[in-house]
């Protein structure tokens, strides 16, 4: 069994300036996050074996050629405290229906679970594992006035797989329909 997740991997320069925030707070707070490049999470982590995975990657190919490529905003950081930092993503109608699309078309046609979190709330994440609380403190003061803004076109889905100590690029699924 192999844990795998689906998000959008924004494109090179904006993951480069994430990593950077990402690699001065580790090296400044002893913090560290999840080995994952920066990404919008929408199936969170499950399990399935390596020979299971090839019927989610057929209806993720075939869910993602049904869907219009849109514009992602990030905008600033945000917490959810007392353990995570992140630069937080503009909740856009269509960012919100495609993760519950995704969603059902995986739980009905996968049998994967459905997201245990009641909201979704897209960030991507900075800090968030060995944060005590008097760390998230100075952290958040430190970055809560700071910028992080951009803009992106998301044009594919990505499936990523945890092996080897860190989460590994599985496989894209472009965005088709014009």
């Known amino acids: 069994m ?19 925030v990402i690699e001065d707070l580790t090296a400044r707070y002893q913090t560290r996050t999840a080995k994952a490049p920066p990404h919008i999470t ?24 049904r ?3 849109f514009g992602v905003t990030l905008d600033g950081f945000s917490a ?4 995570v930092l992140f630069v937080d993503v503009v909740r856009s109608p269509q960012l919100l229906q495609l993760k519950a699309e995704l969603e059902d078309c995986l ?7 459905r997201d245990s979190h009641p909201q979704f709330s897209p960030h991507m994440t900075v800090a968030s594992r060995k944060l005590d609380r008097a760390k998230f403190k100075e952290m958040w003061a430190e970055l809560e006035p700071q910028k992080f803004d951009a803009d992106w076109e998301v044009n594919a889905l990505t499936l990523l797989r945890y092996e080897q100590q860190r989460w590994q690029l599985e496989d894209c699924f472009p965005l088709l329909k014009s």
């Open 107 to 113: 739980v009905q046609q996968c049998d994967l679970p």
């Open 80 to 83: 959810f405290p007392p353990r």
């Open 2 to 20: 192999l844990r795998w997740f689906v998000a959008l991997v924004p494109p090179e320069e904006i993951q480069a300036r994430a990593i950077a």
């Open 42 to 65: 929408l199936v969170p982590p499950f399990e399935l074996a390596v020979n299971a995975i090839g019927p989610v990657k057929v209806v993720l190919a075939e869910f993602a050629q």
């Open 67 to 69: 869907q219009v490529p």
